[in-house]
């Protein structure tokens, strides 16, 4: 499967945006879907995760409250929610595809290219 992740931009502090990830070549329901980010300097975090059918979804500390995670399989398509941004939160973010579900590791079989979210002061 591949996917392609858009939805970056520059937004201030406080601000709102939606990462969409759309899966080509195969069919997303058959895999759950991950995000990640990371930024300079820093190694790669686990943002959030949703089950293949979108039933079951959790997220990483960090973005608990403000981030959340759906996907519509007929579209081929997940997205990320993203509100309340902080400039923490700025990163180059990736989502990923898997056939297992669950833990916050980034042992994906299959990658986006990633999209920048830049979150200003």
């Known amino acids: 499967v591949q996917l392609q992740a858009s939805g970056g931009g520059v937004v201030q502090d406080g601000g709102s945006l939606r990462l969409t990830c759309v899966a080509s070549?195969?069919?997303?329901?058959?895999?759950?879907v991950g995000w990640f980010r990371q930024s300079p300097g820093k190694g790669r975090e686990f943002v959030a995760a949703i089950s293949w059918s979108g039933g079951a979804t959790y997220y990483g500390d960090s973005v608990k409250g403000r981030f959340t995670t759906s996907r519509d399989n007929a579209k081929n398509t997940a997205w990320l929610h993203m509100n309340s941004l902080k400039p923490e939160d700025t990163a180059v973010y990736y989502c990923a595809a898997r056939v297992a579900w669950g833990g916050t590791s980034d042992d994906y079989d299959y990658w986006g290219q990633g999209t920048q979210v830049t979150v200003s002061s």
């Open positions: 070549g195969r069919r997303l329901e058959r895999y759950s």
